[in-house]
């Protein structure tokens, strides 16, 4: 919502209004000026609530409304660029729109203003990992593990979400950072099994399934 003031002007009055001219007449000045004054004040939008448009914000985002969601976040960094949470969330937009280097620089803006969050540093070592930099995910995913991330199933299930969205590269370095959280995570490996599958990469899908049933051996799916 614009917080710019629109103007009215005397002659708009008039023209909407006619007969005010007429009830005016020849009255001072001061009473024109008084009359344009409070219709001004009148026209006056009230200042955006930040928490309110940070829930709104959010709300698109819930309901896949990206583009409007982004905009948002982007006018509450402009009036707070230490808000580590809407940095974060944007990156997470553009992650999903495939932008892994604009991800990676709102992920390390939000961990510069909030080093503590595991979240932002996961999100991180997935796009880093899907941009390429295999090394820097890595470091990044022990710095998730050092926040307190300790749940595989988290990005398991973050996984499987882009699955379900057509980011198959996405998912494979989420599946593949889960097993780093714990190695001998069946259900990561397995999942792994289905990205690679779909991305037609056959001796990397057969490695993942065989990992699966190592530390699974009941695994029925992976056989």
Avoid at 65 to 74: S, T, V
Avoid at 90 to 102: E, L, V
Avoid at 116 to 133: K, W
Avoid at 179 to 193: F, H, M, R, V, W
């Amino acid at each position: 919502m614009s917080n710019t003031p629109r103007l009215v002007t005397i002659f708009q009055i008039f023209r909407a209004c006619p007969q005010i001219a007429g009830i005016l007449g020849n009255r001072s000045i001061i009473s024109v000026c008084l009359l344009s004054l409070v219709s001004n004040l009148a026209a006056i939008e009230p200042m955006s609530n930040p928490a309110d448009l940070f829930q709104t914000a959010i709300n698109h985002h819930r309901f896949g409304k990206l583009r409007e969601a982004e905009r948002m976040y982007r006018q509450i960094v402009d009036e707070d660029p230490q808000n580590a949470e809407a940095w974060h969330l944007i990156g997470t937009i553009a992650q999903h729109f495939g932008r892994s280097n604009k991800a990676i620089d709102c992920y390390n803006k939000a961990i510069a203003i909030d080093n503590g969050q595991f979240r932002y540093h996961a999100n991180l070592a997935v796009a880093q990992f899907t941009g390429g930099l295999t090394d820097e995910a890595k470091a990044s995913i022990q710095q998730a593990k050092q926040s307190g991330l300790s749940d595989p199933d988290l990005l398991n299930s973050q996984g499987i979400r882009y699955m379900n969205e057509d980011q198959v590269k996405a998912a494979i370095a989420c599946f593949i950072l889960a097993t780093e959280i714990k190695p001998t995570y069946a259900d990561g490996y397995y999942n792994l099994g289905i990205a690679y599958t779909a991305q037609q990469q056959v001796d990397e899908a057969i490695s993942a399934y065989q990992q699966a049933i190592q530390f699974k051996p009941d695994y029925a799916e992976a056989h």
